[in-house]
């Protein structure tokens, strides 16, 4: 107790409780100062722009793409305006009940039914909450005005002009050109689609998808301030979209119609390259397809008919897609290698007595022809087929037992050419280690699956039942067997005999474009690959391929009779069995003798090369040389 008896005295305990409580009292208030200045003075101006970011909103406004011209700057890809019906976020009813109505009214008026509808917009205002959902693309006229009579039914409907790609040419060069379509989850998390967002639409394949980094423009912006709540309070600034760069290409769109034309709907193909650069002047599938259905969005139905076999897959691009034998066009393949090898000089001679007997089999020329004494370029004049037999058999087991098979891979088969298209297929060179792994599988799967004979015959494992033997390459020396090749790599395959032995990449895009056709950038060619076929050895081939279009005996000479371009070429009628036509085939090289364009036509159910792809090919060179056999073609297409 103090003096006066009346207070306690401040013990040491207490004042250290004291100082303790007080501390921490006085830490606590300086976190909170110091949090407060963090936030309102440095931290300020990176919230201002938060809040600013929370009241405004951008709806997007996608961008027109870049056409795509020809060589000559014929327009082949485009876009349009068309009408699309979309739905306004900020005016749609907020009673569920009432905005059901709405869906029901409006599918009744577009066709489409209300939970479509419904989930569609939910879908895209998830994505986009500020931006307008298109419910109906390129809807017609007389849609559109009865919305607008009766825009008291259709609280927060609109109508905006868009901009629709389009196809003018309609099914020809439809697989070159290729489509476009919305950009898919899985595409949104490559980086080549960085910056694009959901909604936008991108290639999906062909040229459009190749080059769509170029095609597709810059969208532009409508900038909007919406209240804390997220309701619309006015318009700012509108960003313009930019559109896509112009895209021209070394195709020649009359020859591309000529190539089209010459296949007739028949499911085939056709390819017209400069043998020199590579440059593809036309290249064509059939059956087609109109890629404008893309344009728009593409319903289940089509997408299943496009695909169907039954229809014969005219969605597939068969100018490098396909998996064909080639026939007797790969003589020229097999005479490469015969001569670098060593087997034969262009000099060598071989009677060709009609058949060949390998072992227990015998093999035949077409029709059992006796051609007699032949050497390499009389072979190639009339399609000696017992000549190759004899290469075949003599290559079986030579150069690491795959002559043949070296010199077709060097000369572009059984891999990729490299054009500037995707989705293109390698096709396959078949090896001894190639049958025999199929044959030690088949093996396996007969012991321990034990299938009928019914399901053995359906393929139920595999069918190489047999392992590799010399009658393979036999049949593999004629373009026969399991190879399989596309009219691109046979026409690279001869633009090499051709053009001095290079290997080149086919490419389609020339140089990128301002909308007004200046040039901004040179896309560049790909470096050639020398195959090293010797000079003397591809002159007799090239002899040999002039005689088979020229002289009496040639298998195409009276294809060519009274063509005035001289046309150096050769024919294919590739044997598939199971009672299925034959393969028509036909590569011609003009003009002689110095060819700077190869033409590659192939028909799956054509017959004989010289009755159907002979021909189809006629019908190119003339448009692409401005000539006919009794006079100019009208617009010839042959660069100088």
Known sequence: MDDDGRRPSLTPQLALRVAVVGGMALMAFALIFFRLWYLQVLSGDKYRAEANDNRIREIKVQAP????????????????????????????????????????RLG???????????????????ALPYSPATVKQDVPSQLVYYLFEHQEDFPGVTVEQVFLREYPHR????????????????????DRYRGVGLGDRVGQSGIEYQYDRFLRGRNGASRVQVDAMGNLRGQLRNVRPQQGRQLR?????????????????????????????????????????????????????DYKRLTSKQNGEPIVNRAIQSAYPTG???????????????????????????????GAQTFKNAGGVVNG????????????????????????????????????????????TGIDLPS??????????????????????????????????????????????????????????????????????????????KVVRPRLGQRIEDSSGRPLQELETAPKRNAGVKPEFRQAILDGLRSAASEAGGTSAPVFKGFKIPVAGKTG????????????????????????????????????????????????????????????????????
């Not at 020649?252 to 000529?258: E, G, I, P, R, T």
């Not at 066009?329 to 060949?356: C, E, H, N, R």
């Not at 004899?390 to 290559?395: D, K, V």
């Open 249 to 301: 290409l070394s195709v020649d769109l009359d020859v591309q119609k000529a190539g089209q034309r010459a296949l007739g709907g028949q499911a085939g193909a056709f390819v017209v390259m400069n043998v020199n650069d590579g440059e593809v002047l036309g290249l064509g599938s059939s059956p087609s397809f109109d890629p404008n259905q893309f344009s728009k969005v593409i319903r289940q139905s």
């Open 373 to 416: 004494p032949v050497a390499l370029r009389k072979a190639l004049s009339v399609s000696s087929d017992v000549f190759f037999y004899r290469l075949g058999q003599e290559a079986n087991g030579k150069g690491d037992g795959v002559l043949l098979q070296k010199w077709a891979k060097k000369l572009g088969l059984g891999r990729k």
């Open 573 to 640: 009628t590739a044997e598939k069995g199971g009672g299925r036509a034959d393969q028509s085939w036909y590569v011609a090289l003009a003009p002689y003798p110095d060819p700077k364009y190869v033409v590659a036509v192939t028909f799956e159910q054509g017959g004989f090369g010289a009755e159907t792809a002979a021909p189809a090919s006629l019908t190119i060179l003339e448009q692409l040389f401005g000539v006919k056999k009794d006079g100019p073609v009208q617009g010839g297409s042959a660069p100088d």
């Open 171 to 190: 099914q020809v060069g439809a697989h070159l050109f290729g489509t476009v379509g919305e950009i898919t989850k899985e595409q949104k998390a490559d």
């Open 108 to 126: 009744r008026v577009l066709d489409t039914p209300a939970a479509r509808i419904r989930r569609s917009v939910d879908r895209q205002l998830k």
């Open 65 to 104: 793409r870049g056409e795509i011209v020809d060589r000559n700057g014929k327009v082949l890809v485009n876009n349009r305006t068309g009408l699309a019906v979309r739905v306004n976020p900020g005016k749609l009813p907020d009673d569920g009940a009432k905005r059901a109505r709405l869906y029901e």
């Open 328 to 358: 007797s066009t790969f003589k020229l393949i097999t005479a490469s290698a015969a001569l670098m090898g060593g087997l034969i000089t262009p000099d060598t001679v071989q009677y060709d007595g009609g058949s060949l007997k390998v």
């Open 424 to 501: 293109e297929t390698p096709g396959l060179i078949p090896t001894p280690d190639y049958r025999n792994r199929g044959f030690e599988r088949y093996q396996r799967c007969v012991k321990k699956e034990k299938p009928t004979p019914q399901e053995i015959s359906f393929g139920k494992c595999g069918f190489f039942d047999r392992p590799w033997s010399v009658g393979d390459n036999v049949n593999f020396s004629v373009g026969q067997g399991d190879l399989a090749a596309d009219p691109l790599q046979m026409a690279v395959a001869y633009a090499a005999i051709a053009n001095g032995g």
